[in-house]
């Protein structure tokens, strides 16, 4: 079988890979924010799905690409608004908030496409893509990983960014702060509320954006249910990563990768159920966690509104 | 993270027992009313009749006899599985794997079930598969129950990522072991349904629903009246509180992983013996992921779960009908859930503004 | 028996240019042919719908189609419970007189003309097959398109792919893998799945290389930008009418439903993208498999479908 | 009063909480250049006031007057820009983050981390405090002695016009104290208004320029400075006590509590250590988790009646002992014998049947769990034992019977037994520990710093206490960083020093010198 391994399916997989994997990158980075910040985004599906929904329409609409992607951002944090409202703001149950936000995102979004789009699903052209020079030359690795739009830069940019800022900018502080101790946060000055809400909303826009992302380049059209968990896969990998972005984008690309592995090996002829092949990245999760069993350190006010003053 | 809900032990201060059960329903009722309202105004946008669609579903899921025997069907897998998470919350205890253990719990009894009713009396295999099953939600729940207990590895992260397998490995049960020959489509065997459950007074719904209100009200009873479900709080609400009083934390949080999982696995029991007979490959109902929020909703108590599970429930039966009748997508039971949730937890917060002022 | 009401049950809304609408789409016609009341009930899901069909039942349905593989244990049983017709798929053998009836539809016959097509159009002499998930129907497809495909060129590489085991509505996935035997060399896409089949369909429209899709069950032409080569088509219309009329005449129950080229329930899309050539070399294949002389394999088990897959000559690398 | 000069005033200010009056019609001055103390028992409001000068409460009724000006303090950051500073009863600090960025929290997002200008700043306030701690440690990894020093630079990080020092000495050592104390005195003279809360009349004679005494949310008395500077020391313990307490005679002992001259109350009564000791330690040694000082081989023996008071700068290893000894941590080797009976692999529950009892320092922390009721909280340790539980089953009648008579027995301040006991004060909640633990057969007993942030009166509570069980014929351990308190009740001090036990003095002339030496890990044989 070693004649399918040919360039361009190689290339073809490490691209898919890639295309399959920034979405989780997206979301994974997103709710590790609001993680820091001490919320727990459960809503963070709700947010993609509503991302894939504008950041569709925008597209279909304008023509233009960029406008999806914005406009994809703005839907996931227009969800994310809500959550910040009723949880940031009024300190209801995020875990209750954010699972409603899931289902009825689930469903509105299900709602529009089957008044808009169900009878002529329509479809986005090839979305535009940036060579990276010199590096896209590499054979198969350039055009597999240094060949994408520009979203994929921006998240793997996004990587290095977020590291800087929670090392060494006051954001990054007072995120860490917000989740560790808010009250700490608070007396020294800073707005819890605003601190989180500013995280959630965050969330929203990356979800939103991973979203886009998958609808306008993953898929090119909008269906419903198109996420199908990804948003929860995000959350997994922001709680494995245990605060650094490195670590989510390692994870996305453990689940990128195996998705790719999956036609490969079909591809190959290698005959295994594919529900065998699923499970493959979550066992091997499992697996690390239980070999190198380590202390994960959730920040200790997560899910916990913050009132200020408050003694119980 | 640690839960925000009272979990007070002992009795509330402040008394009027009157007062409470009008404060209760207005607690549900004005939410109800609020999310109707939203709800109506969407059904206006997309052209339909929000009256007709309102009354199609108070008709079928609460006020025909035919309905309300769906609804009360549909409320034994929901509190069964409210009642593996009523155990796991109040000791702290994130189990947000349910369904990787209800799947597992159904598509064990529903590859054993079928095999052992010919040469077994249904008294003996009908209870048999539920242990199994109990003992295999169990068991799923041993991995992040111990990575819990030793090495503090948040549940969060490990029960999800078990409930990913668990649905998989479900379905590589079926596909690789358990299916039936008779079939094309990857399924189980079908317990024929002479053998299921047995059914109530000649109704559609099947005993399961009794053994599961009696498990919610004893999980209820076993939190609030025994020491046992003292300790479980205690772990729950100051995990060094437990350690610095002796109690065994580990212990208890493997412990309350199986007992969740368990009830979560006999949810799948029991949802099959009642009424699916089989399990069919890629089949996921996805119930805890409407369970949770109910269940906070209810601030881990046993009784207003029951509430909010049949209020739930004849939502989704009614909504089902009404939407077809009106001619809306079904998805928009899904939209109507979320903004009854959504208010809901509104007024559920004002309410506790008030009891705290009160206090 | 008297026949008045005509009830369909369909896991998705009959939008999908495919297994769904098709199935909407006949029971309407038929019912109108009959001048029956036509009971709709769509987007039912996946899961538990004993409530709906006893609903159905409830309000006088003469026959309840269970248009899913998933419906065809609870359906039976609510039928059992209430003494209504009841028609299912994916479950033959099971039929009994008066009250239950299979109609498992196969469009292996068409796949495997479709197969044929694939091998002629083909210039990378690589063709793919792409699903969604496995159900016996798809599998018997993707089957007789292999073996259509070897049998007109056994040059022919075939790549099969399977986007994930219940990816139906995984649009991304769809057009991932797409591409990925897209890149393997594939020039035409065989392509089966539900909500993720537009998205195989935007990576062959976007391949930067020419290539086509054929699709399945319904026609989508209406959408097509050019790329949609043809579609086995499934027509339900004269399975139905014929189980209705089975009703009348009390015979319902008494034997199995089939689609086949035969009656043209089963046809290839004659798309404007064929050539004439092509399509009288299909014509002619059409009528050796009607008359026997073609003989179609019906394969439905998943692993027969890949190890048959994995018996395809690679030919040489590239 | 004079409106002219006050930085900061509150004027008729009332605040309320369920079930309480925190503050009733409060009216005050803080003036520049001026330490002003606030005194009251544990509840009395003084936390409240503060509170919402810091902008972390809003007054139901008064005003608040800054410059004069009446000014609603929205929030802490409008508090820090007003520039009043202030350092809370509870360690506020972000256990994850470093000293450094704990002390640079609170900047703007756009700006840069300014770290070279923040250490530069945090050298200065070490030198004047005396302070050395590593600026890059993590805050978490401190002990609290060093997180409440972290806590001071950080109020006084900005440079601030108003300073509020809400009871900032509870677990300093002495030095730490003095040390304080000239800073304070210094920002003084420089023109700084301070306003200090403690429960120590030491500190508030030796640093107050004024003093103000609360009582259930009113200010019952002032001391203005003119009169205070005229005034003894005792002539101030009785006035404070008169206002604290409403009445003229004070028990004799208060104002040994007040004043910090407690060792003139030390028992002579001599521990008969003829027979066999009650406790038994034998090379105990613990492990310590990064970051923590273990314990390295103690051995000591306690006889029935005795109190062995242990001394040491805190974070030596104090709370490894106490947790050892009541069976909550595992020794890593040694013997710990109780009546003669090795207990060494005990854990909490067995303990407890031998007697053993610890009241832990941790009241919030791991002592109760806050969101349960009072009641609950005093039945923590015996979940599942009769009387409470039957068979398993809880008895809710009986145990709020039982929270009931504690409450009144122990004089807990709650509006019932009901209430969730993290609402209560802190005096409050240390009688909830001090009862839970005391109330049962026991035979010996740890107390970790057992009167930490109580006011007077639970101060000679607790000690009352400690006393009565030591002449029950209970061998008890006492944990302070208060030597005075140890002067007061022990019969022998040892002294900690990373995680060894340096020395075991007998309490009499001289003694504080012999603890002194060994604090600073001089040899034993110093004694
Ligand atoms: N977690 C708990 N800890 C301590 N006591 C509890 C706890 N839960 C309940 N109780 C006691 O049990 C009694 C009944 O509690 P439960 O929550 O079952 O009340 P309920 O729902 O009002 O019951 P019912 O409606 O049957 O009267 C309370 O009055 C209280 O005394
Ligand atoms: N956020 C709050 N919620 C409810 N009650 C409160 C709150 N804050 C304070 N209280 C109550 O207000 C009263 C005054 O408390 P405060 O903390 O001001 O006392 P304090 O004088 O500082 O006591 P201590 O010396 O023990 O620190 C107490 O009865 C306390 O229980
Ligand atoms: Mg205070
Ligand atoms: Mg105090």
């Not at chain 1, 959350?235 to 195996?258: D, E, H, T, Y």
């Not at chain 2, 002992?10 to 009027?16: K, T």
């Not at chain 4, 301040?413 to 839970?436: C, D, F, H, W, Y």
């Amino acid at each position: 079988m070693e004649g399918l391994l040919t360039q361009p399916f190689l290339t073809a997989l490490l691209f898919g890979a890639v295309t399959a994997g920034v979405p989780l990158l997206l979301a994974g980075l997103g709710e590790q924010i609001s993680e820091k910040a001490g919320v727990l985004n459960i809503g963070i599906e709700g947010m993609m799905l509503f991302g894939a929904y504008t950041g569709f329409v925008a597209a279909f609409y304008t023509g233009s690409f960029t406008l999806g992607f914005l406009a994809g951002g703005v839907g996931g944090a227009v969800v994310a608004s809500i959550v910040m409202l009723l949880c940031i703001r009024f300190g209801l149950n995020q875990i209750v908030i954010g699972i409603a936000v899931t289902i009825g995102f689930e469903g509105l979004t299900a709602l529009l496409h089957y008044f808009q789009f169900s009878r002529t699903y329509p479809r986005l052209d090839a979305a535009p893509v940036i060579a990276l020079p010199g590096l896209s030359q590499i054979p198969v690795l350039g055009p597999g990983l240094f060949s994408h739009n520009a979203v994929v830069y921006l998240a793997v940019i996004l990587v290095g960014v977020f590291t800087w800022m929670f090392r060494s900018t006051y954001v990054g502080l007072n995120l860490e702060s917000a989740g560790n101790k808010p009250a700490a946060l608070d007396a020294a000055g800073v707005s819890v509320i605003k601190t989180r809400a500013l995280a959630v909303l965050s969330t929203g826009f990356l979800a939103g954006l991973g979203g886009a992302y998958m609808a306008n380049v993953g898929a090119g059209l909008f269906v419903p249910m198109m996420t199908g968990g990804a948003g929860f896969i995000g959350i997994v990998l922001a709680m494995l990563a245990r605060g650094k972005p490195l670590w989510v984008l390692l994870g996305a690309a453990l689940f990128g990768a195996s998705l790719s592995m999956t036609t490969a090996l079909q591809v190959a002829g290698v005959n295994v159920p594919t529900d065998v092949v699923q499970m493959l990245p979550f066992a091997m999760v499992m697996l690390v966690l239980v070999i190198f069993a380590r202390h994960s350190v959730l920040p200790p006010a997560l899910g916990l509104p913050y009132v200020r003053g408050d003694r119980g | 993270m640690s839960a925000e809900v009272e979990t007070l032990p002992g009795p509330l201060p402040g008394g009027d027992r009157l007062k409470e059960i009008g404060a209760a329903a207005a607690r549900v009722l004005i939410p109800v009313l609020l999310a109707l309202i939203m709800g109506g105004i969407i059904l206006l946008i997309l052209g339909k009749d929000p009256l007709a669609y309102y009354g199609y579903v108070a008709k079928r899921g609460l006020l025909t006899w035919g309905g309300l025997q769906e609804t009360f069907t549909r409320m034994a897998p929901l509190l069964l599985i409210a009642s593996g998470l009523i155990v796991a919350f109040r000791a702290g205890i994130w189990n947000l794997g349910g369904d990787g253990q209800f799947l597992l719990g159904a598509v064990i009894t529903s590859a054993v079930a079928p095999l052992l009713v010919g040469s077994l009396p249904d008294l003996i295999v009908l209870p048999f598969c539920m242990l199994l099953s109990i003992a295999t939600g169990a068991l799923w729940s041993v991995v992040p129950a111990i990575l819990k207990a030793r090495y503090g590895i948040n549940e969060i992260i490990t029960s999800m990522m078990m409930s990913f397998l668990g649905t998989s490995f479900a379905n590589v049960l079926i596909k690789l072991f358990f299916w039936d020959p008779a079939t094309t489509v990857p399924q189980t065997r079908t317990l024929p349904v002479d053998d299921r459950l047995p059914r109530l007074f000649g109704s559609t719904v099947h005993a399961g629903v009794l053994i599961a209100l009696a498990v919610i009200i004893l999980v209820h009873l076993m939190m609030t009246r025994t020491a046992f479900g003292l300790k479980l709080q205690v772990v729950g609400a100051n995990p060094a509180a437990a350690v610095h009083a002796g109690l065994n934390v580990a212990w208890l949080t493997v412990a309350t992983f199986a007992i969740s999982a368990g009830l979560i696995g006999l949810a799948g029991s029991v949802e099959i013996l009642g009424v699916f007979g089989t399990v069919r490959a890629d089949w996921n109902p996805a119930y805890g992921l409407l369970v949770v929020p109910l269940v906070f909703l209810a601030r881990f108590n046993g009784y207003g779960t029951i509430g909010f599970v049949f209020f739930f429930s004849a939502l989704m039966i009614g909504g089902d009908s009404a939407a077809r009748r009106v001619g809306v997508p079904q998805h928009f039971v899904l939209v109507l859930v979320a903004l009854l949730l959504i208010f809901l937890a509104v007024v559920e917060y004002l309410d506790h503004l008030r009891r705290k002022k009160v206090r | 028996a008297d026949v008045k009401k005509l009830a369909i049950m369909t896991p998705e809304d009959p939008t999908d240019y495919g297994w769904n609408q098709q199935g909407y789409d006949a029971a309407k016609a038929v019912a109108e042919k009959f001048g029956l009341e036509f009971m709709p009930a769509t987007g039912l899901g996946y899961g538990d719908v004993h409530p709906q069909a006893r609903e159905l039942a409830d309000d006088g349905a003469s026959l309840i189609i269970a248009h899913a593989s998933g419906y065809n244990t609870a359906v039976p049983e609510v039928g059992a419970e209430k003494k209504v017709p009841v028609a299912i798929v994916d479950k033959e053998g099971t039929g009994k007189a008066g009250v239950l009836a299979d109609y498992t539809l196969s469009g292996h016959e068409g796949a495997y003309m479709a197969g044929a097509l694939a091998a002629k159009m083909s210039k990378s002499k690589t063709v793919g097959i792409v699903v969604s998930g496995e159900p016996p129907s798809w599998n018997s497809q993707s089957a007789a398109f292999a073996n259509g495909v070897k049998a007109t060129d056994s040059g022919v590489k075939i790549l099969y792919a399977v986007i994930g085991p219940a990816a139906y509505s995984d649009a991304a996935g769809g057009k991932r893998v797409t591409e990925q035997l897209i890149g393997a060399g594939a020039d035409v896409i065989f392509g089966q799945g539900d909500g993720a089949s537009f998205g195989m369909l935007q990576a062959v429209e976007t391949a930067k290389t020419k290539t086509w899709f054929i699709d399945v069950i319904g026609d989508k032409t209406k959408i097509d930008k050019g790329s949609l080569l043809s579609s086995v088509i499934w027509d339900m219309v004269p399975v139905y009418t014929q189980m209705v009329e089975d009703l009348k005449a009390d015979k319902f129950g008494s034997h199995e439903y089939a689609i086949s080229l035969k009656d043209n329930s089963v046809q290839l899309l004659h798309s404007k993208h064929i050539p004439d050539d092509v399509w009288a070399s299909l014509e002619d294949l059409r009528s050796k498999i009607i008359d026997g002389s073609v003989k179609v394999d019906r394969i439905e088990d998943a692993q027969k479908v890949r190890a048959l897959m994995s018996q395809v000559d690679p030919g040489p690398a590239q | 009063m004079n409106q002219s000069t006050a930085v900061v005033a509150v004027r008729n200010v009332t605040k309320r909480f369920p079930g309480v009056v925190a503050n009733a019609d409060v009216s005050l001055d803080f003036n520049p250049g001026e330490v002003h103390v606030l005194l009251g028992e544990n509840g009395a409001g003084k936390s409240t006031l503060i509170g919402m000068l810091a902008g972390m409460q809003q007054p139901d009724e008064g005003e608040i007057l800054i410059g004069g000006q009446a000014v609603k303090i929205a929030s802490p950051r409008h508090s820090l820009e007003l520039g009043i500073g202030t350092v809370f009863q509870h360690v506020l600090l972000v256990p994850s983050l470093t000293v450094i960025e704990n002390l640079m929290l609170g900047g703007s997002w756009w700006q840069r981390l300014a770290r070279g200008a923040a250490l530069k700043r945090f050298r200065e306030l070490s030198g004047l405090l005396g302070v050395e701690i590593d600026p890059d440690a993590q805050v978490g990894r401190l002990s609290l002695g060093e997180q409440q020093q972290v806590e001071i630079m950080r109020a006084l990080w900005r440079g601030e016009k108003v300073l509020i020092l809400d009871e900032p000495t509870s677990m300093l050592t002495p030095q730490g104290v003095r040390d304080l104390g000239a800073v304070m005195k210094r920002l003084r003279d420089k023109g700084v208004a301070l306003i200090l809360i403690t429960h120590k009349l030491v500190e508030a004679y030796a640093f107050g320029d004024r003093i103000s005494v609360l009582r259930l949310g009113r200010v019952v008395g002032e001391i203005a400075p003119d009169r205070l500077k005229a005034m003894t020391e005792k002539q101030v313990t009785d006035t404070v006590i008169q206002m604290m307490f409403g009445t003229v005679e004070a028990h004799a002992r208060d104002a040994e509590i007040l004043t910090g001259r407690g060792r003139a109350a030390h028992r002579d009564r001599a521990v008969d250590r003829s027979g066999a000791a009650r406790l038994q330690v034998r090379d105990v040694g613990t492990e310590a988790e990064r970051g923590a000082c273990p314990l390295r081989s103690v051995s000591f023996d306690l006889w029935p009646g005795e109190v062995l008071g242990i001394a040491g700068v805190d974070g030596n290893g104090q709370k490894h002992l106490a947790e050892v000894l009541a069976g909550q941590r595992h020794a890593s080797g040694g013997k710990i014998e109780i009546g003669g009976i090795d207990v060494t692999a005990d854990g909490v529950p067995e303990r407890r049947k031998h007697g053993v009892r610890y009241v832990t320092d941790e009241r919030l922390g791991e002592g109760t769990v806050g969101a349960f009721s009072v009641a609950t909280n005093l039945v923590l340790k015996e979940i599942g034992v009769a009387p409470f539980w039957k068979r398993g089953i809880s008895d809710w009648n009986l145990i709020h019977d039982h929270a009931r008579t504690q409450i009144k027995r122990n004089d807990i301040r709650t509006p019932s037994e009901k209430i969730p006991v993290g609402r209560l004060s802190g005096g409050n909640i240390q009688k909830v520990l001090l009862a839970r633990e005391l109330n049962a057969e026991a035979s010996v007993a740890v107390f970790n710093k057992p009167t930490y942030g109580l006011d007077l009166q639970n101060t000679r509570l607790a000690h009352d206490r400690i006393l009565a069980s030591a002449e029950s014929g209970m061998a008890i351990v006492v944990i302070s960083t208060d030597l005075d308190e140890l002067l007061e009740l022990s019969d022998r001090i040892a002294v900690m020093y990373q995680g060894h036990l340096a020395g075991i003095v007998e309490n009499g002339p001289d003694v504080e010198r012999k603890v002194g030496m060994l604090m600073t890990g001089a040899q034993k044989d110093a004694a």
